[in-house]
């Protein structure tokens, strides 16, 4: 009888590793498409782009002159603008859908804005991560189909230095303000008072501007001069200027941009009247944050 269990035991064992097998499935293939691409892949560190590197100006704006700011790229040509920057992640209402015809990277969607669009024509690249780059053809003329037409091939410059991995890095020299972290100057208690209550600083996405409660304060490359620009006064020891804008006072200062000969680094503050129009008592705040903001800032 033992031989005859021996086999019967055998033979059950086979039945099930067969029946085992018979269930068994290959597994699926590792999917190899493409990988929607992030602001941060696509521009790497945000606070040294140079956004001018992503313009191709000989075929966008034959003539046209770059400047480059800490956080977008400003070329002139006659009175036509191209603006490129700053990237922004909040929602915008005024942006739209919009048939780009040029090739797009995967996870990446060129949109349209509808604000100011008489003399102005403004695109968005969105990338995967709901980053946008802002991109924008400003001139007082009425051609809104030419403006869009440079608008258009400014993108494609865009997205072809993107994808050929030509993003520029901007250097910053000694005593430059590009050097200089904004959130880390709003980050006192001296400004306890100013900013608000319980307010903690927030940087951009640039990383060259902050907000911390009724506080904003930005650290750029100054590309003009305003238009009526307020009287000097001397705030925190710094030739300063102060002035009401709508909501808004704000308080700003200047020195000879390190590296780029002819050009002004801007530093500007800003605080906002929730109640309203801005007044004497809003410019009042941004003399006090001034005061202690300013004198930390490094001379060139």
Known sequence: ??????????????ALLAAGCAKTQAAPETSSGPTPLTASAALGDFASVDYCSLLDLPSVAPGAVATPT????????????????PLAFDSDPNIRPYDYGGPVPDGVAVQ????????????AITFADGNRLGLSITDPGGDQAGRCGVADAA????????????????????????????????????????AG?????????????????????????????????????TVGGRE?????????????????????????ELAELSAVE???????????????AASAIFPRLPNA
């Open 70 to 85: 800490f956080e977008t790229c400003r070329a002139d040509l006659g009175t036509r603008t191209i603006l490129v920057g």
């Open 1 to 14: 009888m033992y031989p005859r269990l021996q086999s019967l035991v055998v033979a059950t064992l086979c």
């Open 112 to 123: 349209q804005s509808m604000f100011n669009d008489r003399s102005a024509c403004t695109r």
């Open 274 to 288: 929730t109640a309203g129009t801005a007044g004497d008592a809003t410019c009042a705040l941004v003399r006090t």
């Open 240 to 264: 300063a200027r102060v002035r009401v804008s709508g909501a808004f006072c704000l308080a700003d200062t200047t020195q000879p941009a390190p590296g780029l000969p002819g050009r002004r």
């Open 197 to 233: 209550a319980g307010s903690r600083p927030t940087t951009a996405l640039s990383g060259h501007s902050c907000i911390r409660g009724k506080l904003s304060f930005k650290l750029t490359v100054q590309t003009d001069e305003a238009t009526a620009p307020a009287a000097a006064e």
């Open 155 to 194: 993108v494609g410059s865009v997205l072809a230095a993107i994808t050929a991995n030509k993003v520029g890095r901007l250097r910053f020299p000694e005593h430059s303000w590009g050097r200089v972290a904004p959130c880390a100057m709003l980050d006192s208690s001296d400004l306890d008072a100013v």
